[in-house]
T-cell receptor, first 113, second 114 residues
Framework: EDQVTQSPEALRLQEGESSSLNCSYT??????LFWYRQDPGKGPEFLFT???AGEEKEKERLKATLTKKESFLHITAPKPEDSATYLC??????????????FGKGTHLIIQP | NAGVTQTPKFQVLKTGQSMTLQCAQD?????MYWYRQDPGMGLRLIYY???????DKGEVPNGYNVSRLNKREFSLRLESAAPSQTSVYFC?????????????FGDGTRLSIL
């Protein structure tokens, strides 16, 4: 069964304290891996798409990387406004569902001033 | 440019009542989706529409129906609401040719069934 597992479930950091979030996946064929940010009371906001092992994408303090089994979202010198739930999702080759996404449960990130 | 718009934002129903959740996108996307999000679980796909005039079941379709009214609009209907359908419902859209394109989400409808 295809699965997406995110860890840790929750993470509390001090402002400026860098860390990484993990997304491990087991799918038969990966078309793409997506990272989203979700703020309370809002819908997921798209951050990155990664397609193949070795690929990296960056945006401000965020950097996403991909291997054959997992993806990392690295947060460098975070600020309080980076506090949110970060969601990982995968899209499978020939997965049907018009490329519907399979989501992990998310990592709830809190950055303390 | 509104993106994906969902209405209503909040709704409280009694068991057995029916209602329709509305979704519209202005990005000229061909594919649209309905997901539900429950505490401690990832978003789960209810129904999707690959293109205007087509709909199909996702992971958790029981108790729901959908209508792709035109390219812009995709509605989700609960015919006889049950407490287990209390959830936050998200609509998403995407421009799918060969796949691998991100989906863009609305801000959700928070639905409580008493």
């Amino acid at each position: 069964e295809d699965q997406v597992t995110q860890s840790p479930e929750a993470l509390r950091l001090q402002e400026g304290e860098s860390s990484s979030l993990n997304c491990s996946y087991t799918v038969s064929g990966l078309r793409g891996l997506f990272w989203y940010r979700q703020d309370p009371g809002k819908g997921p906001e798209f951050l990155f798409t990664l397609y193949s092992a070795g690929e990296e994408k960056e945006k401000e303090r965020l950097k996403a990387t991909l291997t054959k089994k997992e993806s990392f979202l690295h947060i460098t010198a975070p600020k309080p406004e980076d506090s949110a739930t970060y969601l990982c999702a995968v899209q499978m080759i020939n997965g049907g569902g018009a490329d519907g996404l399979t989501f992990g449960k998310g990592t709830h990130l809190i950055i303390q001033p | 440019n509104a993106g994906v718009t969902q209405t209503p934002k909040f709704q409280v129903l009694k068991t057995g009542q029916s209602m329709t959740l509305q979704c519209a996108q202005d990005m000229n996307h061909n594919s649209m989706y309905w997901y539900r999000q429950d505490p401690g679980m990832g978003l789960r796909l209810i129904y999707y529409s690959a293109s205007e005039g087509t709909t199909d079941k996702g992971e958790v379709p029981n108790g729901y129906n959908v209508s792709r009214l035109n390219k812009r609009e995709f509605s989700l209907r609960l015919e006889s609401a049950a407490p287990s359908q209390t959830s936050v419902y998200f609509c998403a859209s995407s421009f799918v040719i060969l796949g691998g394109q991100p989906q863009h989400f609305g801000d959700g409808t928070r639905l409580s069934i008493l």
